[in-house]
């Protein structure tokens, strides 16, 4: 019997060698490629989203003396500099819509999604004269595309034609002492992952900027909704058929923080078939053990030869799996791969034992075992609740079993 267990032990051994070196390849596979793929999809859609609430500021000539040394002597002359100053953003009124649409490359699936930005600023021109305002529009990513541009004013014309300079879209106004200029922008577009919405143009500090009458409607067309790091949330959200409405108002907020929205991930089918690959052994352990005690309760005769083959069957499971997630969806893979897993397990005890162990004991501990610990992979956070709740439940089924099993007898050696 010893003898029998070391040689299963062996067996199970190389069967574990094989499973790590299985996912150690699909982890290579998806991280390795990840960065190309991810760089072509960019080139596609763009990256990640940073919208900018514009500028108005202006330029006051001014003069000093500044001393030289020429030859010797002191001489004076003047030169003229620029003072630069921003009016405040009175007041902003910004409508976005997100569309979702993932798309795969490889083993990976990036969350893309499409951008409908409309938006409408009001600067006051509290300086007390007459000012030529350079208004100043940041395009959210600098590597995207842009259609259906528009730049305007409410109730006015601008001094030129606006023009694209350092990534923003730059025009000039001449606005009155006490006049509120209206600007008018919008755009279509599209990214990845996420998108922000800053009040200040500064990402790297954590610069507290006043933000006055102030408002944001953002729909979404999905409803697994999640915001980044140091955004806040809504101060309004209502469920739709599709997503949401949301909505963030603020009459006068002194904040450091932004707004943003992080399009939901879908199940990643490389890292997926990684983890339960290298999950594997437990599974199988599982299985051989629940084998072996019922073989020894019914007195069946297994060889170790009959594990080998049990244990290339779920091998199988794994191998099918990881080469058919980049042809069609991870659960259609997993389910296939289940299928041609137990298939070979119960078509071959069938013919070893006999049809009631192939079809009850074994096919049940597999789907166990096998499909179902894989399975609870599928719900992120309780994988090893699921794990830990079947481990108990087999316990206490075999000490159930193999509570009058004389086990002085059973690894007694034989005359």
């Not at 021109?125 to 259906?148: C, H, K, M, V, W």
Request: net charge neutral; hydrophobic share 50%; with cysteine.
């Amino acid at each position: 019997m010893l003898k029998r267990l070391l040689a299963i032990g062996f067996i199970f051994g190389c069967t574990s060698i094989a499973w790590m070196i299985l996912g150690s390849t699909l982890f290579a596979r998806t991280y390795v490629s990840d960065s190309s793929l991810k760089a072509s999809v960019e080139k596609i859609w763009g990256t990640p989203q940073s919208q900018v609430a514009p500028t108005a500021s202006y330029a006051i000539e001014r003069v000093r003396e500044e001393e030289s040394l020429v030859n010797g002597a002191k001489v004076s002359k003047q030169v003229k500099y620029f003072d630069h100053y921003t009016l405040p953003l009175a007041a902003s009124e910004v409508k976005v819509k997100l569309g979702l649409d993932h798309r795969q490359r490889g083993l990976m699936w990036y969350a893309t999604y499409a951008v409908d930005f409309a938006a409408t600023y009001q600067f006051l021109n509290d300086s007390g004269r007459d000012r030529n305002l350079e208004i100043a529009f940041p395009f959210p990513s600098q590597t995207a595309l842009y259609d259906d541009i528009h730049f305007d004013l409410r109730n006015g014309s601008w001094m030129g034609t606006p023009q694209v300079q350092n990534g923003s879209l730059v025009g000039n106004v001449l606005a009155r002492a006490g006049q509120t200029v209206t600007v008018v922008a919008s755009y279509r577009s599209q990214g990845l992952d996420q998108w922000l919405y800053r009040f200040t143009d500064n990402a790297n500090s954590q610069k507290v900027s006043e933000v006055r009458n102030f408002r944001l409607d953002m729909e979404t067309d999905f409803k697994e909704i999640d915001f980044p790091l140091e955004t806040v949330s809504p101060t309004h959200k209502e469920k739709t058929a599709n997503g949401w409405q949301l909505t963030w108002e603020y009459a006068n907020l002194i904040s450091g923080v932004n707004i943003g929205m992080s399009m939901p991930q879908k199940l990643q089918p490389g890292p997926l078939a990684g983890e339960i690959s290298f999950f594997a052994p437990v599974s199988l352990f599982f299985f051989i053990l629940v084998m072996l005690v019922i073989a020894l309760v019914r007195r069946i005769d297994l060889h170790p030869m009959h594990f080998f083959f049990l244990s290339a069957a779920f091998f199988a499971f794994h191998l099918l799996l990881a080469y058919l997630v980049d042809h069609i969806s991870v659960h259609a893979a997993f389910f296939i791969a289940a299928a041609v897993s137990v298939a070979l397990v119960v078509s071959y005890l069938r013919l070893v034992v006999g049809q009631r162990f192939a079809f009850v004991e074994a096919a049940i501990a597999q789907l166990i075992y096998l499909v179902a610990f894989s399975y609870a992979f599928f719900f992120k956070g309780f994988t090893g609740l699921a794990v830990t709740i079947g481990a108990i439940l087999t316990l206490f089924v075999l000490m159930q079993m193999t509570a009058r099993i004389r086990w002085q007898d059973v690894f007694a050696k034989k005359a």
